[in-house]
């Protein structure tokens, strides 16, 4: 006789699945969690654990990390990629440290105020950070969504419309409110999202969300929409601008234009046009005597 498990619910798998990661640990701050936030866009968690964890001993309040210029924030910054970030992060901290008490909020709509926090990172604060049964919607969710929801393959244009089915899927108890599970129902859709049904391939034999899955139903169609763009850095203005803040960044001083030609000799046009966006930008100086600093370091 063929025995049948019963289903794994979507918590039961985030109970077992959950990634081990520091800014999970209990007890943290919503500073903590607003960090992993900021610091986990557009870049790979597994580069994240090193720097934020080095950030949090360095920097473990708002009011600490505003103490310092914005050009340390960015060379602490590293390696992790779109540097305008920590300038953001560190102009937060400013407001953070004198308008909030040296505290984060709980609230969207006051998160959703403060410099550089958009849509998805005040949510997320204020969802993982204070518990709040607010729907966070990453392009890991709107994936499973797309898939387990509708059908398709891929999500269409980002629209309002994630929001909203991903609020319709939170737990709610017999009265409709909001179930206490809500925060954590929501992370753990994103853990999904980012291990079993990824952009690249759905383990869908893996996945708690199998048996309910539209796109399973339909026989899993193909995307037919436009072709998935991968974004491209060898060569771009982008990989300029990195090798030009590398030179600042490993250096204590100002350093003159000679320094930054030879960190970036492929393309002279390129490498103008990157030095004046990150000019641009507030990420870099120029002091009196011409020569180029990081932010705040002239
Ligand atoms: S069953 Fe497959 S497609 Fe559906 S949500 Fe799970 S992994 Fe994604």
Request: hydrophobic share 40%; proline share 8%.
């Amino acid at each position: 006789m063929k025995v049948t498990m019963p289903p794994v619910t979507l918590l039961e798998w985030f109970g077992s699945a959950e990634r081990d990661l520091p800014w999970r640990e209990p007890g943290l701050s919503g500073w903590h969690i607003l960090v992993s936030e900021i610091m986990s866009q557009q870049t790979p968690v597994s580069r994240v654990v090193e720097p934020w964890t080095r950030w949090m001993a360095r920097w473990p309040t708002p009011s600490a990390l505003a103490a310092e210029t914005p050009g340390e924030v960015v060379r602490a910054w590293g390696r992790l990629g779109y540097p305008r970030r920590a300038l953001r992060l560190h102009e937060c901290a400013r407001v953070l440290a004198e308008e909030f008490d040296d505290t984060v909020p709980d609230d969207v709509d006051v998160l959703l105020g403060l410099p550089g926090i958009g849509e998805y990172t005040a949510r997320a604060v204020a969802c993982f950070a204070y518990g709040r049964p607010v729907p966070v919607v990453d392009v890991n969710v709107r994936r499973v969504i797309a898939r387990s929801v509708h059908g398709r393959a891929e999500p269409a244009n980002p629209a309002r419309r994630d929001l909203a089915d991903a609020e319709a899927l939170l737990p709610r108890d017999a009265d409709g409110a909001y179930a206490a599970t809500a925060p954590r129902f929501s992370a753990a859709l994103m853990e999904l999202g980012a291990l079993v049904c990824t952009a690249r391939v759905a383990r869908c034999e893996q996945c708690p969300l199998e048996p309910s899955c539209e796109w399973v139903r339909r026989g899993r169609p193909a995307h037919d929409g436009p072709p998935r763009r991968t974004a491209r850095y060898e060569g771009t203005d982008r990989q300029a601008r990195g090798r030009l803040l590398d030179v600042l960044r490993d250096t204590s001083g100002p350093v003159e234009r000679a320094a930054l030609d030879l960190a970036w000799e492929r393309d002279p046009g390129q490498r103008a046009r990157a030095l004046d966006s990150l000019l641009v930008d507030g990420l870099v100086e120029v002091t009196d005597d011409g020569l180029f600093t990081l932010a705040g370091e002239s």
